[in-house]
């Protein structure tokens, strides 16, 4: 009986070994071959000085790296992209979150709202910016000449160095608040209602509910979130490609890290360089996932 | 929920009717496998009688890439003509020109550059280096359609290397003039601008030419527009950008320096617009707007100027401005060049196109078409009526006092750090004297490594 | 206490409203500038709002330089090309990852959720060579390259099917299945809402893809939509009539399968991050 069993098991393992490296493989494969090994790759190719073409790669050992920590460009690239991500970030959570849960009632006109909020996600980013470029536009552009109606100066909306980040980062709000208010009303139906109720009955306010009930039982949500989109965030290279260009005075204090990275491995043909430069944005996101993981357990309530 | 299925229907129909429009207009969609852009409705019947007419021993399409798509209709018109000629087809492909060097490169790592193309001077010495291009020194001497002293020798010169090797056939060349709006200076009572005119008349109208209200600017230039720009008037005044042997900046030539102060000077008293609204907006746009009264522009910007219902009610040109005290009025001029790629499968076609478009034919068509002022010699009488409501003459006018546009092998690397100092100069953070020193510094060290 | 609601209600709906404009206006700016003349797009009196005459002249110009029914058809083949390939590897791999164990899964798997927290840039030079290396750019399968598996969806996959119930296996093996039997005919048609998820999730974003398609296919015949409009920005300048009619174009289609499939879509995206 035992043997039988034995028997079995071994067969049943085996089987299992078969089917499931057989089922992993096409994945497995790909990841390896698209995934993996350019990983290693990019970090071979930071050693190295391309030549035009694709000839020539002169091996230069660690002078892209040092290259790169005296380039003032990529640190304030790096800032840019933070700037960035600080204002996109937390805004969108915090709207999506309020327009789900106001949202997550029965409602006249629901559906129909969430079509529209969730319109803009739809949209590709390139035609998306090339909207909101022309909208910012100081001179030509709707905003300005609202506010000039109204009585008010023109704003240079993205050609102020200092405060185009937050125009920018804007936008990308705009692009991306349906798609966290959807990901936050999946969540928010999981919430029992019973602990609302019970809270009515209590006489607490809207408010209190919001921050006692709905906050603690979102944030697994909200940590999924915000750390997906802080990932993304530091990636930001469409809105930025397709708002500025090297005219702009306000381009050396808005261009992201990946705008670098993009300029310097395909336009400038500067692969080694580029490769470095995204060993860099690697190991901060690493960085900033590894504190959000670690402060996880500060506000995150799982049950 | 009836609104939704009728907005999504509606939607779709737009969709459906913009398809069908698409391929209505794609007559050559489905013949070749490589299809370009498709602006041959115009052109169907042709390139129709010309498949008929090819000989069958001809299968060959070649590619040829260029970056303005303002000149794709005309040149295809000569294709057209040279496929009648030969049996050989060709696609022409229009990359703007931002992404044009990128596409080359990635096509060339690849090992699949487009069979003939256009090659500039800011990268002839990249793609010479590295052999990129075919060689025609051979061909174009044992050639009898070609007469290279019939082109300007200085844009022959541009694309011949190292005195041995002839890459490229030159295409045209371009020239500068002043654009000004008739309306604007008719509203002040002020006389168009002539030959008289010199720098400072130029500065004095664009005064007078400025609004209060900031409705109206007299000129509008931005720091990126050197060639079109204010490389002229650093000739003008007696300094360089590059000197001739192509080893030292002319940055710290007080004439050059003048000249930048002169422009930007402009800027900061006001006569043009402010910096934001430049960067945001390209000259001939705010020209077109009726933003500001004069604008620098180089001949290629025709097709795009001349055919704006704005410019043709109150646009016309006139020839530059000249210095004062030189009494120069220099033009800078370049010229694109035909090359062909080393690697093309068909070097013998290639070849046959590119001394086409190099044949007194060819380009007196392209002259005659307004498309360019071609760079054969004695081709350029038709070229004035392409246009005819407008002043062309005077861009003929500046080939008086030509300029090569300053180049070296690696032009690109100062020009760029050139450009984005100089936005400094406009905004007044640094006087235009630092600025122009900090860049004959940088230039110097860059033309050193060279 | 009813005054009250209504007061709250009309506020909600307020506040909502308001949102909504914000969230449309750029579309409306988009639809309207296109339908105008250049002059009229830069008109800088503010109550010009609407064209004076809704002209189809931006249109026609822009669809004869570039032909749109090339765009739709080279995005449509990125983004069918990469939900084929997504879903059929992830589901694959999700099941073996989800249900099955054999030696190596644990550190398999690892590798695939490393894969996910890393930022996707790393990858694009390597590939960008292997593409060009193989002679492969400028083609349909270029574009599709990146998208051949989905670290994302396998691992959404595997979350789905490890939420199924453990008996399932059981009941097949007593049928008679062995595991392939047991996975095509049992388990997979059970994901089914993973799996349209994930097919939703990454046509959108094989949709937006912006910086592979524009570094990888830069000819014209082969470009999809975001790319393209990228490439035109430097075309038309201030044409902003034609730039405004490019873009209605490119988004229009997505916008109307959005409307069609809206359920689908907020059902997968939501399933994508809720099970967690």
Request: proline share 3%.
């Given at each position: 009986?035992a043997?039988?069993?034995?028997?079995?098991?071994?067969?049943?393992?085996?089987?299992?070994f078969?089917?499931?490296?057989?089922?992993?493989?096409?994945?497995?494969?790909?990841?390896?071959?698209?995934n993996?090994?350019?990983?290693?790759?990019?970090?071979?190719?930071?050693?190295?000085?391309?030549?035009?073409?694709?000839?020539?790669?002169?091996?230069?050992?660690?002078?892209n790296?040092?290259?790169m920590?005296?380039?003032?460009?990529?640190w304030?690239a790096?800032?840019?992209?933070?700037?960035?991500?600080?204002?996109?970030?937390?805004?969108?959570?915090?709207?999506a979150?309020?327009?789900?849960?106001?949202?997550n009632?029965?409602?006249?006109?629901r559906s129909?709202?969430?079509?529209?909020?969730?319109?803009?996600?739809?949209?590709?980013?390139?035609?998306?910016?090339?909207v909101?470029?022309?909208?910012?536009?100081?001179e030509?552009?709707l905003?300005?000449?609202?506010?000039?109606t109204?009585?008010?100066d023109?704003?240079?909306?993205?050609?102020?160095?200092?405060?185009?980040?937050?125009?920018?980062?804007?936008v990308?709000?705009?692009?991306?608040?349906?798609?966290?208010?959807?990901l936050f009303?999946?969540?928010?139906?999981?919430?029992?209602?019973?602990?609302?109720?019970?809270?009515?009955?209590?006489g607490?306010?809207?408010?209190?509910?919001?921050?006692?009930?709905?906050?603690?039982?979102?944030s697994?949500?909200m940590?999924?979130?915000?750390?997906?989109?802080?990932?993304?965030?530091?990636?930001?290279?469409?809105?930025?490609y397709?708002?500025?260009?090297?005219?702009n005075?306000?381009?050396?204090?808005?261009?992201s890290?990946?705008?670098l990275?993009?300029?310097?491995?395909?336009?400038?043909?500067?692969?080694?360089?580029?490769?470095?430069?995204?060993?860099?944005?690697?190991?901060v996101?690493?960085?900033?996932?590894v504190?959000?993981?670690?402060?996880?357990?500060?506000?995150?309530?799982?049950? | 929920?009836?609104?939704?299925?009728?907005?999504?229907?509606?939607?779709?129909?737009?969709?459906?009717?913009?398809?069908?429009?698409?391929?209505?207009?794609?007559?050559?969609?489905?013949?070749s496998?490589?299809s370009?852009t498709?602006?041959?409705?115009?052109?169907?019947?042709?390139?129709?009688?010309?498949?008929?007419?090819?000989?069958?021993?001809?299968?060959?399409?070649?590619?040829?890439?260029?970056?303005?798509?303002?000149?794709?209709?005309?040149?295809?018109?000569?294709?057209?003509?040279?496929t009648?000629?030969?049996?050989?087809?060709?696609?022409?492909?229009?990359?703007?020109?931002?992404?044009?060097?990128?596409?080359?490169?990635?096509g060339?790592?690849?090992?699949?550059?487009?069979?003939?193309?256009?090659?500039h001077?800011?990268?002839?010495?990249?793609y010479?280096?590295?052999?990129?291009?075919?060689?025609?020194?051979?061909?174009?001497?044992?050639?009898?359609?070609?007469?290279?002293?019939?082109f300007?020798?200085?844009?022959?010169?541009?694309?011949?290397?190292?005195?041995?090797?002839?890459?490229?056939?030159?295409?045209?060349?371009?020239?500068?003039a002043?654009?000004?709006?008739k309306?604007?200076?008719d509203?002040?009572?002020?006389?168009?601008?002539?030959?008289?005119?010199?720098?400072?008349?130029?500065?004095?109208?664009?005064?007078?030419l400025?609004?209060?209200d900031?409705s109206?600017?007299?000129?509008?230039?931005?720091?990126?527009?050197?060639?079109?720009?204010?490389?002229?008037?650093?000739?003008?005044?007696?300094?360089?950008?590059?000197?001739d042997?192509?080893?030292s900046?002319?940055?710290?030539?007080?004439?050059?320096?003048?000249?930048?102060?002169?422009?930007a000077?402009?800027?900061?008293?006001?006569?043009m617009?402010?910096?934001?609204?430049?960067?945001?907006?390209?000259?001939?746009?705010?020209?077109?707007?009726?933003?500001?009264?004069?604008?620098?522009?180089?001949?290629?910007?025709?097709?795009?100027?001349?055919?704006?219902?704005?410019?043709?009610?109150?646009?016309?040109?006139?020839?530059?401005?000249?210095?004062?005290?030189?009494?120069?009025?220099?033009?800078?001029?370049?010229?694109?060049?035909?090359?062909?790629?080393?690697?093309?499968?068909h070097?013998?076609?290639?070849?046959?196109l590119i001394?086409?478009?190099?044949?007194?034919?060819?380009?007196q068509?392209?002259?005659d078409?307004?498309?360019?002022?071609?760079?054969?010699?004695?081709t350029?009488?038709n070229?004035?009526a392409?246009?005819?409501?407008?002043n062309?003459?005077?861009?003929?006018?500046?080939?008086d006092?030509?300029?090569?546009?300053?180049?070296?092998?690696?032009?690109?690397?100062?020009?760029?750090?050139?450009?984005?100092?100089?936005?400094?100069?406009?905004?007044?953070?640094?006087?235009?004297?630092?600025?122009?020193?900090?860049i004959?510094?940088?230039?110097?060290?860059?033309?050193?490594?060279? | 206490m009813?005054?009250r609601?209504?007061?709250?209600?009309?506020?909600?709906?307020?506040?909502l409203?308001?949102?909504?404009i914000?969230?449309?206006?750029?579309?409306?700016?988009?639809v309207?500038?296109?339908?105008?003349?250049?002059?009229?797009?830069?008109?800088?009196?503010?109550?010009?709002?609407?064209?004076s005459?809704?002209?189809f002249?931006?249109?026609?110009?822009?669809?004869?330089?570039?032909?749109?029914?090339?765009?739709y058809?080279n995005?449509?083949?990125?983004?069918?090309?990469?939900v084929?390939?997504?879903?059929?590897?992830?589901?694959?791999?999700?099941?073996?990852?989800?249900?099955?164990?054999?030696?190596?899964?644990?550190?398999?798997?690892?590798l695939?959720?490393?894969?996910?927290?890393?930022?996707?840039?790393?990858?694009?030079?390597?590939?960008?060579l292997?593409?060009?290396?193989?002679?492969?750019?400028?083609?349909?399968?270029?574009?599709?390259?990146?998208g051949?598996?989905?670290?994302?969806g396998?691992?959404?996959?595997?979350?789905?099917?490890?939420?199924?119930p453990?008996?399932?296996e059981?009941?097949?093996?007593?049928?008679?299945?062995?595991?392939?039997?047991?996975?095509?005919?049992?388990?997979?048609?059970?994901?089914?809402?993973a799996?349209?998820?994930?097919?939703?999730?990454?046509?959108?974003?094989?949709?937006?893809?912006?910086?592979?398609?524009?570094?990888?296919?830069?000819?014209?015949s082969t470009?999809?939509?975001?790319?393209?409009?990228?490439?035109?920005?430097?075309?038309?300048?201030?044409?902003?009539?034609?730039l405004?009619?490019?873009?209605?174009?490119?988004v229009?289609?997505?916008?109307?399968?959005?409307?069609?499939?809206?359920?689908?879509f907020?059902?997968?995206?939501?399933?994508?991050?809720?099970?967690?």
């Amino acid at each position: 009986m035992a043997k039988q069993a034995k028997l079995k098991g071994t067969n049943r393992a085996r089987s299992e070994f078969i089917w499931g490296w057989l089922f992993i493989l096409p994945t497995m494969l790909g990841l390896f071959a698209l995934n993996i090994i350019p990983i290693f790759q990019t970090i071979y190719q930071s050693f190295f000085k391309a030549g035009a073409f694709g000839r020539g790669n002169v091996f230069v050992g660690l002078d892209n790296y040092k290259r790169m920590f005296a380039d003032e460009s990529v640190w304030q690239a790096l800032f840019n992209t933070f700037k960035y991500a600080v204002v996109e970030v937390p805004f969108s959570i915090a709207i999506a979150l309020v327009l789900a849960v106001l949202l997550n009632r029965h409602m006249r006109g629901r559906s129909l709202y969430r079509t529209i909020y969730f319109l803009p996600m739809v949209a590709a980013p390139a035609a998306v910016a090339m909207v909101w470029r022309w909208l910012y536009n100081s001179e030509f552009g709707l905003l300005n000449h609202l506010l000039n109606t109204l009585g008010f100066d023109s704003v240079n909306w993205i050609s102020n160095p200092n405060t185009t980040f937050v125009w920018i980062a804007v936008v990308g709000i705009w692009s991306v608040i349906g798609y966290n208010m959807v990901l936050f009303l999946a969540g928010l139906q999981e919430i029992p209602q019973d602990y609302y109720e019970a809270a009515m009955i209590d006489g607490a306010s809207a408010v209190k509910q919001f921050f006692n009930i709905t906050v603690p039982l979102i944030s697994p949500m909200m940590f999924f979130v915000s750390v997906t989109r802080i990932i993304a965030a530091m990636q930001v290279f469409d809105v930025i490609y397709m708002m500025m260009d090297r005219n702009n005075p306000a381009f050396f204090k808005t261009q992201s890290l990946v705008y670098l990275f993009y300029r310097y491995s395909f336009v400038e043909s500067d692969r080694g360089y580029g490769s470095a430069i995204v060993m860099l944005l690697l190991l901060v996101i690493m960085i900033i996932t590894v504190i959000q993981i670690r402060m996880q357990k500060k506000w995150v309530n799982y049950n | 929920m009836k609104l939704k299925k009728i907005m999504a229907f509606v939607l779709t129909m737009i969709m459906v009717l913009s398809l069908a429009a698409c391929s209505g207009d794609n007559g050559s969609e489905g013949s070749s496998t490589d299809s370009g852009t498709s602006n041959d409705s115009n052109d169907s019947s042709s390139s129709d009688s010309s498949s008929s007419d090819a000989s069958a021993s001809s299968n060959v399409e070649l590619t040829i890439a260029i970056w303005d798509t303002n000149q794709e209709p005309g040149l295809t018109q000569i294709v057209n003509d040279f496929t009648e000629k030969t049996g050989v087809k060709a696609k022409i492909q229009v990359t703007p020109w931002d992404q044009y060097w990128t596409m080359l490169e990635a096509g060339a790592t690849g090992g699949s550059l487009p069979d003939v193309f256009w090659m500039h001077s800011n990268e002839i010495a990249r793609y010479s280096e590295y052999e990129m291009l075919l060689d025609l020194t051979d061909r174009i001497e044992s050639s009898d359609v070609l007469d290279m002293s019939k082109f300007p020798q200085e844009i022959v010169e541009i694309y011949n290397w190292e005195g041995t090797k002839q890459y490229a056939i030159p295409k045209d060349i371009d020239t500068i003039a002043l654009w000004y709006n008739k309306t604007m200076f008719d509203e002040v009572g002020l006389d168009y601008p002539d030959e008289s005119w010199t720098w400072d008349t130029f500065r004095d109208t664009a005064e007078k030419l400025t609004k209060d209200d900031g409705s109206q600017y007299g000129f509008g230039l931005r720091p990126s527009n050197n060639q079109a720009g204010w490389y002229n008037a650093v000739y003008d005044m007696g300094g360089y950008i590059i000197s001739d042997d192509k080893k030292s900046s002319g940055y710290d030539q007080p004439g050059t320096i003048e000249a930048i102060e002169f422009f930007a000077s402009m800027s900061k008293d006001g006569l043009m617009p402010p910096y934001e609204v430049l960067a945001e907006n390209e000259e001939h746009a705010l020209f077109e707007a009726g933003k500001v009264a004069m604008i620098t522009a180089g001949s290629w910007m025709l097709a795009e100027l001349c055919n704006n219902e704005y410019v043709i009610e109150n646009g016309d040109i006139a020839v530059l401005p000249k210095d004062a005290d030189s009494n120069r009025r220099a033009s800078i001029y370049n010229g694109l060049g035909w090359v062909a790629a080393e690697n093309t499968d068909h070097p013998e076609e290639a070849w046959a196109l590119i001394e086409y478009f190099g044949s007194e034919e060819a380009q007196q068509k392209q002259s005659d078409l307004g498309i360019v002022i071609s760079a054969y010699e004695g081709t350029v009488e038709n070229w004035t009526a392409a246009y005819p409501d407008f002043n062309l003459q005077a861009y003929l006018d500046m080939m008086d006092d030509l300029v090569i546009r300053p180049y070296s092998k690696t032009t690109v690397r100062w020009e760029n750090m050139a450009n984005d100092k100089m936005i400094l100069a406009w905004t007044g953070d640094k006087t235009a004297e630092e600025v122009c020193l900090e860049i004959a510094d940088e230039m110097n060290a860059l033309l050193a490594e060279e | 206490m009813e005054n009250r609601k209504y007061i709250n209600s009309i506020l909600l709906h307020l506040v909502l409203i308001m949102g909504s404009i914000v969230m449309l206006v750029p579309f409306l700016w988009m639809v309207l500038t296109a339908f105008k003349t250049i002059s009229e797009s830069t008109q800088m009196n503010p109550f010009v709002m609407f064209p004076s005459e809704w002209r189809f002249d931006a249109f026609e110009s822009v669809m004869t330089k570039m032909s749109f029914g090339r765009l739709y058809w080279n995005t449509l083949v990125l983004m069918l090309g990469r939900v084929f390939f997504a879903v059929i590897t992830a589901t694959l791999a999700g099941y073996a990852f989800g249900r099955l164990e054999f030696r190596g899964r644990n550190l398999m798997f690892s590798l695939v959720i490393f894969q996910m927290m890393v930022p996707v840039q790393i990858f694009i030079i390597p590939q960008y060579l292997i593409v060009s290396g193989l002679g492969m750019l400028n083609t349909s399968f270029a574009l599709i390259f990146p998208g051949l598996v989905s670290a994302f969806g396998t691992f959404l996959l595997r979350q789905s099917y490890m939420s199924l119930p453990k008996e399932l296996e059981e009941a097949a093996r007593l049928d008679g299945c062995n595991i392939g039997q047991t996975f095509l005919y049992v388990m997979a048609p059970l994901t089914r809402s993973a799996m349209v998820a994930l097919g939703i999730f990454t046509a959108l974003f094989a949709f937006k893809d912006l910086m592979w398609p524009l570094v990888v296919n830069t000819e014209q015949s082969t470009i999809p939509l975001s790319a393209a409009l990228a490439k035109i920005q430097g075309q038309f300048a201030a044409n902003y009539p034609e730039l405004m009619a490019a873009s209605l174009l490119a988004v229009i289609p997505m916008i109307i399968i959005y409307l069609f499939f809206q359920k689908q879509f907020i059902q997968g995206i939501a399933t994508s991050g809720g099970k967690l």
